[in-house]
């Protein structure tokens, strides 16, 4: 298969099968620069450069402005921009206030602007906030599908770990699934970085 990460191959692989079954398909990362990725992996594994056409691939701050304006709010999110002074905190507006907002917004989608399935890559760099966000631009029938990926070991941006609670209220159950090998490097690769991590980094 491609060389990626097996989550994001897991993710572009699921996101395949749902526009081939003609679900409209909304892939949602943090990180802006992983969105040519996840489609490349996508033509890779549907072997097919039109699956490019037939999913939605955002970072999250672009799709807040994105629902907005199929909300018809864009004057209540220039607003938010418009209001701040430079003594505001950016980060509140990005990590609060904006996808705070934006949960109003999808509420108010029709059904022709919903999404009946959205797939978070790099999950730990979200807040819950942000998927309650996202969840609210599901089917209102709750026939929608929802799946998160994520990296702990990849958590740039200090963001603590979802609780049980919150994976809870956040409408998953159970534990996470877990890929027991990568898909980055070879197993003998592997072997001797698990070898240098146990002799030089035991507090790792």
Not at 169 to 180: D, I, K, Q, T, Y
Request: hydrophobic letters at 40%; a negative charge.
């Amino acid at each position: 298969g491609p060389a990626g990460s097996g989550k994001s191959l897991v993710l572009a692989g699921r996101a395949v099968e749902l526009a081939k079954a003609g679900k409209r398909v909304l892939v949602v990362t943090y990180n802006i620069t992983l969105i040519n990725y996840l489609l490349d992996l996508a033509v890779q594994y549907a072997q097919s450069g039109k699956v490019r056409r037939e999913i939605t691939a955002l970072n999250f701050h672009h799709w807040c402005q994105r629902v907005a304006f199929l909300a018809g709010r864009t004057d209540e999110y220039d607003s938010i921009w418009q209001g701040t002074s430079e003594d505001d905190d950016p980060s509140y507006i990005l990590d609060t206030v904006l996808p705070g907002a934006a949960v109003g917004w999808a509420g108010e989608l029709g059904d022709e602007d919903r999404w009946d399935a959205v797939l978070v890559d790099e999950g730990q760099d979200f807040k819950p906030l942000w998927w309650t966000a996202l969840r609210a631009a599901l089917p209102v029938d709750g026939s929608g599908e929802g799946m998160i990926v994520a990296d702990r070991q990849q958590n740039i941006y200090g963001n603590q770990a979802w609780t049980d609670s919150e994976m809870s209220g956040a409408g998953f159950r159970g534990r996470w699934a877990v890929l027991e090998r990568t898909y980055r490097m070879s197993p003998a690769l592997c072997r001797l970085a698990s070898d240098f991590v146990e002799r030089y980094l035991p507090e790792a």
